[in-house]
Antibody, heavy 120, light 112 residues
Framework: QVQLVQSGTEVKKPGASVKVSCKAS????????MHWVRQAPGQRLEWMGW????????KYSQKFQGRVTITRDTSATTAFMELSSLRSEDTAVYYC?????????????WGKGTTVTVSS | QSVLTQPPSVSGAPGQRVTISCTGS?????????VHWYQQLPGTAPKLLVY???NRPSGVPDRFSGSKSGTSASLVISGLQAEDESDYYC????????????FGGGTRLTVL
């Protein structure tokens, strides 16, 4: 079955970086885009960016431009999201989510989420 | 940044019908961009409920239906069941600020 398995909980200090992985299985990795979405406690879902695993094309939300880097390893069918210069407001659950196609911008399969806590 | 506006909460008794609205603007829904809906049970990841305004993924009951008109969209849940108690989010694409996916603030559905 189609599955996205994310890396585990992270605790980071302000100013540090965090890198979250998302291992895809059950489908052809390069045929579907991958999005990253976060949700701070009690807040709305917030889109961070997208990658086309087949071409490597990337689009970032302007809000995170300069702080977020999305990459992929096609041989490992894994996508990564790195967020730098962490601050307390970055405390959130970070989700990877598969696009229905490459760039329809509809997310049809979600990972379970990775909790990132930023605290001194 | 442009956002989509949803009512914070709605409620209904079992068997009733509820509507959740999603109001956008000329840079997102009003620009002709499609609207999608997600259901998020407490402590879990969102689940796709309706895509491209009115389509349901396989496995989603036909009690859930979506529509779009102008700068707004709606999710209708008919024949409310206890397990429908959840948060619901609308999502669209916004062409301002370089283009971005945007979500509504979410609506908490309570089944009385």
């Amino acid at each position: 079955q189609v599955q996205l398995v994310q890396s585990g909980t992270e605790v980071k200090k302000p100013g540090a970086s965090v890198k979250v992985s998302c291992k895809a299985s059950g489908y052809t990795f390069i045929n579907h885009g991958m999005h990253w979405v976060r949700q701070a406690p009690g807040q709305r879902l917030e889109w961070m960016g997208w990658i086309n695993p087949g071409t490597g094309n990337i689009k970032y939300s302007q809000k995170f431009q300069g702080r977020v880097t999305i990459t992929r390893d096609t041989s490992a069918t894994t996508a990564f999201m790195e967020l730098s210069s962490l601050r307390s407001e970055d405390t959130a659950v970070y989700y990877c989510a598969r696009d229905r196609f490459t760039s329809q911008f509809v997310m049809d399969v979600w990972g379970k989420g990775t909790t990132v806590t930023v605290s001194s | 940044q442009s956002v989509l506006t949803q009512p914070p909460s709605v409620s209904g008794a079992p068997g009733q019908r509820v509507t959740i609205s999603c109001t956008g603007s000329s840079s997102n829904i009003g620009a002709g961009n499609d609207v999608h809906w997600y259901q998020q049970l407490p402590g879990t990841a969102p689940k796709l409920l309706v895509y491209v305004n009115a389509n349901r993924p396989s496995g989603v009951p036909d009690r859930f239906s979506g529509s779009k008109s102008g700068t707004s969209a709606s999710l209708v849940i008919s024949g409310l069941q206890a397990e429908d108690e959840s948060d619901y989010y609308c999502q669209s694409y916004d062409s301002s600020l370089g283009g971005s996916m945007v979500f509504g603030g979410g609506t908490r559905l309570t089944v009385l």
